[in-house]
């Protein structure tokens, strides 16, 4: 069974894994300073290009001036750095090596920027034609080259970063509520490719419920995932605190086999159950039952850590709960949400949550009673400031470019990046799940 649960998860995994690009942490600072210039190949100076720090000590982010300077001044402590670059329009770049003291600052670190290609079109639903808002598109071509984009209200969309001239894989990334859907396109360099529209089938829907045996306690974090024969079709869904799932993306019409796996217990657990599903409609109540030790009784701890100078989310802060009454942890997901759902007895807790730049904050006394749930522990962290960074800046240029940009914000090309880095740490611990069995 271990192998048609690893097909399973390749196959969902394999568009993920490929639109990871090459930042490993974006929008984060402890504080040393870089500075320098982005250039293009023919010295254009390039204006709001986003500059990314990292390193294992921090990392820091910057964005160009109308002349291509940047300065990285917050987030970087005494460390080596790899310093990249991303701009729609544009391929990534990156220096690697970049030495970091606080209290001084690197000077000269500039990049040099080559024009990408470009794609764009739009995404339906085929039944009513109507647009599809929000659904992320991929693009990519052997795992190093590839962006992220996402539809507007209108159902548009455009990928004009990091396509080297080569053929790329188009698809719309596990979108809800639909099947998801590829296409294949030759991209040049410095060109956009127009009318690359994809009408997404309406998906049907699996939903349950995971609990154990003895016991018949909901089950957290149980991976489940639903495939057709010769994984024509297939989704995945992990259960919530109290044991419940929902797969709505990526079902057609057909006879599934539905998996639950759990390895929360040292070692793996699953069993297996058939569902015929019809696109459109939901299948309900395709619940399963797991033979593990029935979880100890604890309290569930909720909250949202963000940025306490921008009310941004941070994603993949590390939250933690330790009183008298036990011990939880949790990472924030791409919202800067957390859930400690085992290991909570109750009684009092202090309460910990730390991210990469960030400086640490706890909070007292925070009161946590069994089967009930403790909401809205939440967390505002404040940047590592200045005084504790280095330096790190340079200037940013490249060709002038010919493809029309969709003025992204700095957020929403962050956000792109924190996707791929949160898919490729989701893949990892997945597979890591997996591989006993």
């Not at 010769?230 to 057909?254: F, K, M, V």
């Amino acid at each position: 069974m271990s192998k048609h649960k690893l097909a399973v998860e390749a196959m969902i995994f394999a568009i993920l894994l490929a639109s990871v690009v090459q930042i490993s942490a974006v929008g984060i600072s402890i504080s040393s300073r870089f500075s320098g210039t982005v250039y293009a190949a023919s010295g254009v100076p390039i204006a709001n290009a986003i500059v990314v720090a990292s390193g294992p000590a921090g990392s820091g982010y910057a964005t160009t001036s109308s002349s291509g300077q940047y300065t990285i001044d917050k987030g970087i402590p005494t460390g080596t750095y790899t310093v990249n670059v991303i701009k729609e329009g544009y391929l990534n770049a990156q220096i690697t090596g970049v030495q970091v003291t606080v209290g001084s600052e690197t000077t000269g670190t500039n990049l040099i920027l080559s024009l990408s290609g470009g794609i764009s079109g739009r995404v339906t639903d085929s039944a009513s034609g109507l647009s599809l808002q929000n659904i992320v598109i991929t693009a990519f071509t052997g795992g190093t080259f590839g962006w992220t984009g996402f539809t507007d209200s209108n159902g548009n969309y455009n990928i004009a970063t990091n396509l080297a001239t080569g053929t790329y894989n188009v698809s719309a990334l596990m979108p809800e509520g639909h099947i998801t859907k590829s296409t294949t396109v030759a991209v040049t360099a410095g060109t956009q490719i127009t009318g690359i529209n994809l009408a997404l089938n309406p998906s049907g829907i699996i939903s349950g419920r995971i609990t154990v045996t003895p016991g018949g306690a909901g089950l957290a974090n149980v991976t489940i995932t639903a495939y057709a024969e010769q994984y024509i079709y297939n989704g995945y869904a992990q259960t919530n605190a109290t044991g419940y799932y929902r797969i709505g993306s990526g079902l057609g019409t057909g006879d599934y086999t539905v998996m639950a796996i759990y390895s929360g217990g040292g070692i793996p657990s699953f069993s297996s159950i058939n569902a015929t599903v019809t696109a459109g409609v939901e299948t309900s109540n395709v619940n399963l039952q797991l033979a593990v030790s029935p979880p100890t009784p604890s309290g569930i701890m909720t909250g949202k850590v963000t940025d306490a100078s921008s009310s941004k989310s941070i994603a993949d802060a590390h939250v933690v709960a330790s009183g008298p009454g036990g011990y939880g942890q949790a990472d924030t997901d791409s919202n800067g949400d957390y859930v400690i759902s085992s290991g909570l007895g109750t009684g009092a807790y202090t309460v910990t949550a730390s991210a990469t730049g960030y400086q640490q904050q706890n909070r007292t006394s925070v009161s946590v009673t069994v089967s009930q749930t403790a909401a809205n522990i939440d967390f505002q962290l404040s940047l590592i400031p200045p005084a504790q960074s280095g330096r790190i800046s340079g200037t940013v240029t490249g060709d002038s470019n010919a493809i029309p940009e969709l003025q992204y914000p700095v957020a929403m090309l962050l956000v792109a990046a924190s996707i791929a880095v949160v898919i490729m740490k989701s893949l990892d611990k997945r597979t890591k799940r997996l591989h006993p069995c």
